[in-house]
T-cell receptor, first 118, second 112 residues
Framework: EAGVAQSPRYKIIEKRQSVAFWCNPI?????LYWYQQILGQGPKLLIQ????????DSQLPKDRFSAERLKGVDSTLKIQPAKLEDSAVYLC????????????????FGQGTRLTVV | SQQGEEDPQALSIQEGENATMNCSYK?????LQWYRQNSGRGLVHLIL?????REKHSGRLRVTLDTSKKSSSLLITASRAADTASYFC????????????FGRGTSLIVHP
């Protein structure tokens, strides 16, 4: 089974520039998450999709961050314009809502995109 | 704010010793999960324990859950150098939208 694919692996941009990250979840996984992980901290949820609908985006800085999941499969996360404090690893994860008939929140993570804003 | 908080923040042991990490959380949960993250890599799911379970085993891993104390522990027995990684607990709040919420993690170093 292929895992969660993310690209690019690394990105360096100047502040005020724009950047976009792409995620392809595991086939059949309806739930998709974007997390931000700052160095030395745990992942912080930015947005959760169920199919192509947003479940939770309460921690997404909507003045500069946007995300979409067209057709309920791939997803893109965009930052425009970037700030120095956006330097982090951006992790995409997916899960299947139920497993063996029970609610399942086991998430499978991609390798992440390491963003450096200079 | 982060729901789960791991303790200790860092742990250094010799190969063959056991490693114990703890996680405390604030609100009632549905599930608690433990993940491992090797340096520069994504997170790997280790084990999930449901709120009505008290203990689970998977290979050299043993997880306990005490909902009365709102805490969990992860025990790695007979540690290996390859176990060197950061370990995170993730909880999803009961009655909420079942979103895994992570703590800051425990950094484990196993010396060969």
């Amino acid at each position: 089974e292929a895992g969660v694919a993310q690209s690019p692996r690394y990105k360096i941009i100047e502040k005020r520039q724009s950047v976009a990250f792409w995620c392809n979840p595991i086939s059949g996984h309806a739930t998709l998450y974007w997390y931000q992980q700052i160095l030395g901290q745990g992942p912080k949820l930015l947005i959760q999709f169920q199919n192509n609908g947003v479940v939770d985006d309460s921690q997404l800085p909507k003045d500069r961050f946007s995300a979409e999941r067209l057709k309920g499969v791939d997803s893109t996360l965009k930052i425009q314009p970037a700030k120095l404090e956006d330097s982090a690893v951006y992790l995409c994860a997916s899960s299947s809502p139920t497993r063996l008939g029970r609610l399942n929140t086991e998430a499978f993570f991609g390798q992440g995109t390491r963003l450096t804003v200079v | 704010s982060q729901q789960g908080e791991e303790d200790p923040q860092a742990l250094s042991i010799q190969e063959g010793e056991n490693a114990t990490m703890n996680c405390s959380y604030k609100t009632s949960i549905n599930n608690l999960q433990w993940y491992r993250q090797n340096s520069g890599r994504g997170l790997v799911h280790l084990i999930l324990i449901r709120s009505n379970e008290r203990e689970k085993h998977s290979g050299r891993l043993r997880v306990t859950l005490d909902t009365s104390k709102k805490s969990s522990s992860l025990l790695i027995t007979a540690s290996r150098a390859a176990d060197t990684a950061s370990y995170f607990c993730a909880t999803d709040a009961a009655g909420g939208s079942y979103i895994p919420t992570f703590g800051r993690g425990t950094s484990l170093i196993v010396h060969p």
